[in-house]
């Protein structure tokens, strides 16, 4: 061997490769034999030094999957006289299984007929292990992300897309090997969901910014069949080790329902669900607002404080559906005559207000006018009822000597009661002395008229039935106070209410109905003993009967009925209420079992020692409690696990339109499910017709209350 030689074959040993020389026997491979070099005999198994094997001996040494592969290869190429690389694994002694590559010519001695393939050989099974593992992680990357619900695309540096997994398949609509090498922009356009403004792509800001970045919280995607849906997505570099960054990672999401009912829970936090006006809390913002800038800039608003004339005519008359229609159209028409700087709401029941921004008083008074007119103007038909309304404004001025919301709240408010007090359907502008004078005329009008009832007993109980839903049979009544005037006229509790709370006289009221109540217990179930209360001097005085002695003075079994009887905030704040509960009890032979006192969900949160203390107490004689409003404050489930109640009242607002209000239908459902667990009973009320009826039904309330089911009526004829 010459020096050329002796460096060659250095060299390929040192590259790892061995000399790989066959013969061709009459043009056939097979009959040939293979020359070995002692590098090339240890790859395939052999001893490691020169070698010559025919080769049918080596082609037993070759993997039986891969023998016809190979003597196809090398025979083809013999056949053209051409060269061929190939691939193959041989089967050691011992069993392990190693891959080689050969790259070969075909060389002809006499110029025409091959007699010699001469190559080189190298063992590359490393390298296949390596590749295999690779792929093997690229499949169960593949595998992983197409079992994953948000859609994930890759780009390239420039943002051609390279892999998407199926969900990205399918939130996109497309197929991900059309999708492969386009722009990321034509598979996932990303466009403003308020404008459809086209968006920067969130994939071009992570590569523009070399890191991870969030698209906008009002982002939709263009799906390839026209549809639009809301993401939510981020975009991440994919860097190399060396930390340059070859392209990106697009994670997305669709959020269209979560997004459209955050915008409905928005929008219920801010509007009137009946009306679609601002509600209370909105239009005091809005106040907020306008008063700042009076401070800040002098200027001036107007404060517009609307209560509806005859507005009760109607509810009583036709009912509250026909109520409710009369407001969804007079708050329609009153909108549409709004200036747009102009905000309207509703703040309860029939009251309305209007925030006139940036708008003198004389100005104010004209656009109170033209409001007035224009109630005034409006008819209302209900089926063969027509009806006419009118409308008491009062207004007061929002300037920079404004002291609070509350204030022009409460200025705006009296102002509208001084207009209903001169004869209703006028707009009386608020001044100081009008305030005083009103307070003091309500003030002395209802602590008399109050005081008065109470000496000639002119308050009255009514019922109205609780309906069970679910098999029970319990006949169930909530018991109602009305106040009846001198000329004979019924008051209901609205219109007093208020004052009795706001001059602490609620405490007084609910003694009056817990005792009154009692009192028709014992009388409709034929009591003949009398009670045990002594007369002094013209007045009843209670015997203190201590608890355990009021089972003791009952002298018969009492009817089946049990009565709801409400309890004020104040009166839970008293410490000898329960003692005269005990008393009435006693004295009337009244089994507690027949008693439920409905607290109302503000009034517990606002007093809950008080009402912890004494629901326990009252409930250890057998009362029950049942919860009333429930659901309309912030943390109302918190609540129940520290108020032991047997009922909750769901809050009418969210039963009344419950069949056409689906947020409304998922609340009371929550309600509903979480009381079940709890093992608590719950009360649907404003149940005013058959499909609402219906909705409560399938929702699993088990009592319901309302026109649908009983209207109210006298306490006596409720038991007839």
């Known amino acids: 061997m010459d020096d050329h030689e002796l460096r060659s074959l250095m060299a390929i040993e040192a590259a790892g490769m061995a000399i790989w020389d066959s013969t061709v026997v009459n043009g056939q491979i097979d009959e040939g034999t293979i020359q070995w070099s002692a590098r090339g005999a240890a790859m395939v198994g052999l001893p490691a030094q020169e070698t010559l094997q025919p080769f049918t001996q080596f082609l037993a040494l070759v993997h039986e999957d891969d023998r016809d592969e190979l003597l196809d290869t090398m025979q083809m190429a013999v056949d053209a006289r051409a060269e061929y690389h190939l691939g193959y694994r041989v089967r050691l002694a011992e069993g392990t299984v190693r891959w080689l590559h050969a790259d070969a010519k075909v060389l002809c001695g006499d110029g025409r007929h091959p007699d010699r393939t001469l190559g080189l050989i190298r063992d590359v099974t490393g390298m296949v292990e390596h590749e295999r593992l690779v792929n093997e992680r690229e499949r169960m990357a593949e595998v992983t992300l197409d079992c994953i619900g948000d859609g994930v695309i890759t780009t390239d540096c420039h943002g051609a897309i390279r892999f998407m997994n199926r969900a990205a398949e399918q939130l996109t609509g497309w197929p991900r090997q059309r999708a492969a090498g386009r722009d990321v922009n034509e598979v996932m356009p990303l466009v403003d969901e308020v404008d459809d403004t086209p968006l920067e792509h969130v994939a071009y800001k992570c590569l523009l910014r070399r890191e991870t970045v969030g698209i906008s919280s ?46 409905q829970l928005s929008w219920h936090a801010s509007h009137d669900v009946l009306t679609g006006l601002f509600n209370r809390r909105e239009f005091e913002l809005h106040i907020s607002h306008a008063l700042h800038v009076s401070k800040q800039d002098n200027h001036t608003h107007a404060l517009l404080y609307i209560d509806l004339d005859r507005f009760k005519l109607v509810n009583d008359t036709a009912g509250h559906a026909a109520g409710d229609a009369l407001l969804q159209i007079l708050a329609k028409q009153l909108q549409e005559r709004m200036r ?18 940036y708008c003198r008083m004389d100005q104010a008074r004209r656009i109170a006018e033209e409001i007035r007119q224009l109630v005034k103007d409006f ?73 008065d009832a109470m000496q000639q007993d ?25 106040l009846t005037d001198e ?26 109905v817990i005792r009154a109540v009692c009192r028709h217990i014992a009388y409709s179930v034929g009591s003949q003993s009398q009670p045990v209360r002594e007369e002094q001097h013209g007045r009843n005085t209670e015997t203190e009967v201590p608890v355990s002695g009021i089972f003791s003075v009952l002298a018969q079994e009492v009817g089946p009925t049990l009565y709801s009887v409400n309890l004020s905030g104040a009166s839970m704040s008293d410490d000898a ?39 326990s107490q009252l409930k250890l004689i057998g009362c029950r ?11 109302s489930f918190g609540y129940l696990k520290t108020l032991p109640v047997d009922f909750l009242k769901i809050d009418g607002s969210f039963v009344r339109d419950i069949a056409s209000n689906p947020v409304h239908r998922a609340m009371v459902e929550s309600i509903q499910k979480v009381a079940q667990v709890i093992g608590i009973q719950t009360i649907a009320e404003f149940v005013e017709d058959a499909s609402t009826l219906e909705v409560i039904s399938e929702i699993g309330i088990d009592f319901a209350q309302g026109y649908a089911v009983g209207r109210e009526r006298a306490l006596d004829s409720a038991d007839t």
């Not at 939709?220 to 991440?236: N, Q």
């Not at 009435?584 to 089994?591: C, G, K, L, Y």
């Not at 409690?625 to 943390?635: A, H, N, P, R, Y």
């Open 218 to 263: 009002h982002a939709a995607m263009l799906t390839r069949d026209g549809r639009r849906i809301a993401v939510e997505d981020t975009a991440a570099p994919i860097r190399v080790n060396s930390g340059g960054i070859v392209g990106a990672v697009v994670v997305f999401r669709d959020v269209t329902h979560q997004r459209a009912l955050s915008s």
């Open 625 to 635: 409690f049942s919860l009333d409003d429930f659901g309309s404050g912030l943390s």
């Open 379 to 451: 008819r209302f038909v209900w089926d063969v009822h027509s009806f006419d309304i009118g409308a008491s404004i009062g207004m007061a001025e929002i300037s920079a000597d404004s002291t609070s919301v509350s204030d022009l709240m409460i200025a705006a408010d009296e102002a509208c009661y001084l207009a209903k007090d001169q004869g209703r359907n006028r707009v009386h502008v608020y001044s100081p002395n009008d305030a005083a004078i009103t307070r003091r005329h309500s003030e002395m009008m209802w602590v008399a008229t109050l005081n």
């Open 458 to 482: 002119l308050f009255t109980l009514y019922s109205m039935p609780i309906a069970p839903l679910r098999g029970n049979h319990m006949k169930h009544e909530e018991v109602l106070v009305r």
């Open 487 to 512: 000329g004979g006229d019924v008051i209901r509790p609205d219109r007093f209410i208020p004052a009795a709370e706001r001059y602490h006289m609620m405490p007084m009221l609910d003694r009056w």
């Open 340 to 357: 747009e700087s102009d905000v309207l709401a509703r703040l309860g029941g029939d009251e309305l207000g209007v925030l006139l921004g």
């Open 577 to 615: 209420l329960y003692q005269f509960i005990v008393s009435e009890f006693a004295v009337n032979r009244v089994d507690p079992a027949q008693i439920c006192f409905e607290i109302t969900e503000t009034a517990a949160i606002r007093n809950l020692l008080k009402a912890q203390d004494l629901i």
